[in-house]
């Protein structure tokens, strides 16, 4: 099924600004992307997995670059997968993102997000340590 929806071209969405290109994030230079905290914790905690393109040199699931929320600008599912993971269902193959919620802090997970946005999507967003606290108490 990812091998076959992998092939489907992507729908713009009028809504969203059109997602960079993997070749234009890897031709960034590191230190360009906003707060030095949200590098310093993507450097420690994502890139071994997301890559500093964006392409996962590990699995496809993992890739970020292109994807929709990583594109939107508010962060909101960025902070959210950073809090609590990204879910697979039970016997589903693959990999599945750890939760770092309870590693980070609030203003710890706000960088990351806004760093992720700023780095791999269209628009960087601009998260505040309220805002994932907020995001803690929705759960």
């Known amino acids: 099924m990812v ?5 489907v071209p992507p729908i713009a969405n009028p809504n969203l600004p059109a997602p960079r290109p993997p070749s234009a994030i890897a031709a960034r230079e590191s230190g360009h992307d ?3 905290l949200g590098e310093q914790i993507y450097a420690g905690a994502c890139a071994s997995c997301h890559g500093w393109t964006g392409q996962s040199p590990i699995s ?20 959210q997968v950073i809090l609590f ?15 770092f919620g309870d590693a980070y802090s609030n ?4 960088a990351a997000a806004n760093f992720v946005t700023a780095r791999f999507g269209a628009e960087g967003s601009r998260l505040t ?4 606290a907020a995001l803690r108490l929705s759960r």
């Open 60 to 79: 496809g699931l993992a890739t970020i670059a292109g994807a929709r929320s990583v594109n939107d600008p508010s962060g909101v599912n960025v902070a």
């Open 85 to 99: 993971g990204g879910g697979r269902r039970p016997g589903e193959a693959g990999m599945a993102m750890p939760a």
């Open 129 to 132: 340590p309220d805002n994932v």
């Open 34 to 36: 906003g707060d030095p």
């Open 3 to 7: 091998a076959y929806l992998r092939t």
């Open 107 to 110: 203003a710890e997970i706000a």
